[in-house]
């Protein structure tokens, strides 16, 4: 069963901070890697996509790897600023079975 | 335009009522999803549409039925719901084959079970 895992749980941090967030997946036969934000009670932004074929993606502060062979997908956000406060998520793609992370909710405190 | 819509952004409704949800999207994405969320937990999936066809159903009770008028739009229809029913129902597209698959979401439509 394809499982996606991320810790930690929350985070909160002081503004400026650079911070990493981890994401897990036990199936490595993954087609592509989505990171989302989502604030509370709104839908989900897309963040950044990472392809199979791909090593790494970068979106302003953010940048996001995947390592196949181990499972594993971080986002590093640079430089946080308290607008980051939100939850993220990440969403393995194995073919149109799109399996969520459980999130991990991040405070960026003034 | 990369958005998709979501109508009504709330609904309350009480248990025998019949309502619907509607979703759109102009993408020309030929997949589209509801999911349910609860407060402080991920997406769940419920349905897969893929070219208009039902292709996933995780196995959700049939008080909600959804519909798939054609590629564009995306309906689902509530009947006799319980309060448990409650939570953000979330409509995403995807254009399905592509190695850079990309799930767009909408705001979702806040739904309360009275």
């Known amino acids: 069963k394809q499982e996606v895992t991320q810790i930690p749980a929350a985070l909160s941090v002081p503004e400026g901070e650079n911070l990493v967030l981890n994401c897990s997946f036990t199936d490595s036969a993954i087609y592509n890697l989505q990171w989302f934000r989502q604030d509370p009670g709104k839908g989900l932004t897309s963040l950044l996509l990472?392809?199979?074929?791909?090593r790494e993606q970068t979106s302003g502060r953010l940048n996001a790897s995947l390592d196949k062979s181990s499972g594993r997908s971080t986002l590093y956000i640079a430089a946080s600023q308290p607008g980051d406060s939100a939850t993220y998520l990440c969403e393995g793609n194995y073919g149109q079975n799109f399996v969520f992370g459980p999130g991990t909710r991040l405070s960026v405190l003034p | 335009d990369t958005e998709v819509t979501q109508t009504p952004k709330h609904l309350v409704m009480g248990m025998t009522n019949k309502k619907s949800l509607k979703c759109e999207q102009h993408?020309?994405?030929?997949?589209m999803y509801w999911y349910k969320q609860k407060a402080k937990k991920p997406p769940e999936l419920m349905f897969v549409y893929s070219y208009e066809k039902l292709s996933i159903n995780e196995s959700v009770p049939s008080r909600f039925s959804p519909e798939c008028p054609n590629s564009s739009l995306l309906n689902l229809h509530l009947h006799a719901l319980q309060p448990e029913d409650s939570a953000l129902y979330l409509c995403?597209?995807?254009?399905?084959?592509?190695?850079?698959?990309?799930?767009?979401f909408g705001p979702g439509t806040r739904l309360l079970v009275l």
């Open positions: 990472i392809q199979s074929s791909q």
């Open positions: 993408m020309g994405h030929r997949a």
């Open positions: 995403a597209s995807s254009q399905p084959g592509l190695a850079q698959e990309t799930q767009y």
